[in-house]
C-alpha cells in the first residue's frame, strides 16, 4: 500500500495514547495498555484499518490491536479510531518481526492476516507474512488454542502460505476457496476485499492453528 508522506504523521501518531510506543529493552504485556482484561486479537497488516475498527466496533469484549508498519497508512488508522470513539483498540507503528517485543509468550487469543503483501518473487520469500520466521513469532505470542485467520486474492500466495504451515506442523481448521460464492454475514471487507472482488478475483480463506 502506498501513500503520499504525510510529514507529521509521526508527531501526530506520537501525541495519541491509543499507539503502543514502548522501549524495546524491557518486556511488555500489551493487556496493561488496555482498560478492560479481555482476549486479545491482532491484525498484521493492517493498511487503512477497516476491518480492525470495524471488528472493535462490533465486539466490545475483545480488545484489538493494529500492526502497521507505515506510518502515512496508520494515521488513517487512527483517525477512524478516533472518529468511531473506539476504547478497545491500540494501534503499533512497528514491522511484525518486532511482535515478541510488544507481547509476551500466549497472549494473543487471534491473529489475523488480511491481503498480506504476496511477494511474488522468490527472493523475497522471507518477507512474506506467512514464512516461517513470522510463523515462529506467531507461534510464540499465540495461546495453544489460539487461531490465524488468512484471507486473500492472491492464489500463489494462499497456496505457499499453506504449504509453509503445513511444514511448520499447523493444521487447518477451515479452508474456503471462494469466500464470497457464499459469503458469510459476518465477514468484514477488507478496503483490498472490496478493491480486487470487484475486479472479479476470488477471495481464499483460512483458520489454522498450532494445535
Ligand atoms: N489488510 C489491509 C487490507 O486488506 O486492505 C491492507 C493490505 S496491504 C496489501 C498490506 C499492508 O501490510 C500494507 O499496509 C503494508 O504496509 C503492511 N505490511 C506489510 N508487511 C508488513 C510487516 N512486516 N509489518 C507490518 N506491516 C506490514
Given at each position: 500500500?502506498?501513500?503520499?508522506?504525510?510529514?507529521?504523521?509521526?508527531?501526530?501518531?506520537?501525541?495519541?495514547?491509543?499507539?503502543?510506543?514502548?522501549?524495546?529493552?524491557?518486556?511488555?504485556?500489551?493487556?496493561?495498555?488496555?482498560?478492560?482484561?479481555?482476549?486479545?486479537?491482532?491484525?498484521?497488516g493492517?493498511?487503512?484499518?477497516?476491518?480492525?475498527?470495524?471488528?472493535?466496533?462490533?465486539?466490545?469484549?475483545?480488545?484489538?490491536?493494529?500492526?502497521?508498519?507505515?506510518?502515512?497508512?496508520?494515521?488513517?488508522?487512527?483517525?477512524?479510531?478516533?472518529?468511531?470513539?473506539?476504547?478497545?483498540?491500540?494501534?503499533?507503528?512497528?514491522?511484525a518481526k518486532?511482535?515478541?517485543?510488544?507481547?509476551?509468550?500466549?497472549?494473543?487469543?487471534?491473529?489475523?492476516l488480511?491481503?498480506s503483501d504476496p511477494w511474488p518473487k522468490t527472493r523475497h520469500t522471507k518477507r512474506r507474512l506467512t514464512f516461517s520466521s513470522f510463523l515462529e513469532?506467531?507461534?510464540?505470542?499465540?495461546?495453544?488454542?489460539?487461531?490465524?485467520?488468512f484471507?486473500t486474492d492472491n492464489q500463489g500466495l494462499f497456496e505457499y502460505s499453506l504449504e509453509s504451515m503445513s511444514a511448520f506442523?499447523?493444521?487447518?481448521?477451515?479452508?474456503?476457496?471462494?469466500?464470497?460464492?457464499?459469503?458469510?454475514?459476518?465477514?468484514?471487507?477488507?478496503?483490498?476485499?472490496?478493491?480486487?472482488?470487484?475486479?472479479?478475483?476470488?477471495?481464499?480463506?483460512?483458520?489454522?492453528?498450532?494445535?
Amino acid at each position: 500500500m502506498r501513500m503520499r508522506n504525510k510529514p507529521w504523521a509521526d508527531d501526530f501518531l506520537k501525541s495519541h495514547p491509543q499507539i503502543v510506543d514502548v522501549d524495546l529493552n524491557q518486556q511488555y504485556k500489551m493487556a496493561e495498555w488496555f482498560e478492560k482484561d479481555q482476549p486479545i486479537h491482532i491484525e498484521v497488516g493492517t493498511g487503512m484499518g477497516r476491518f480492525i475498527t470495524e471488528m472493535a466496533r462490533r465486539h466490545p469484549e475483545i480488545n484489538y490491536v493494529a500492526i502497521e508498519r507505515d506510518k502515512n497508512v496508520m494515521v488513517r488508522v487512527l483517525e477512524k479510531v478516533k472518529e468511531l470513539e473506539l476504547e478497545n483498540i491500540k494501534l503499533i507503528n512497528q514491522d511484525a518481526k518486532l511482535l515478541t517485543e510488544y507481547f509476551v509468550e500466549n497472549e494473543v487469543s487471534r491473529i489475523y492476516l488480511n491481503f498480506s503483501d504476496p511477494w511474488p518473487k522468490t527472493r523475497h520469500t522471507k518477507r512474506r507474512l506467512t514464512f516461517s520466521s513470522f510463523l515462529e513469532i506467531y507461534r510464540h505470542i499465540l495461546k495453544k488454542d489460539g487461531q490465524i485467520h488468512f484471507k486473500t486474492d492472491n492464489q500463489g500466495l494462499f497456496e505457499y502460505s499453506l504449504e509453509s504451515m503445513s511444514a511448520f506442523g499447523m493444521t487447518f481448521d477451515l479452508i474456503n476457496l471462494n469466500l464470497h460464492e457464499n459469503e458469510p454475514e459476518e465477514n468484514i471487507r477488507t478496503e483490498y476485499e472490496d478493491k480486487f472482488s470487484n475486479r472479479g478475483f476470488r477471495i481464499y480463506r483460512m483458520e489454522a492453528s498450532f494445535k
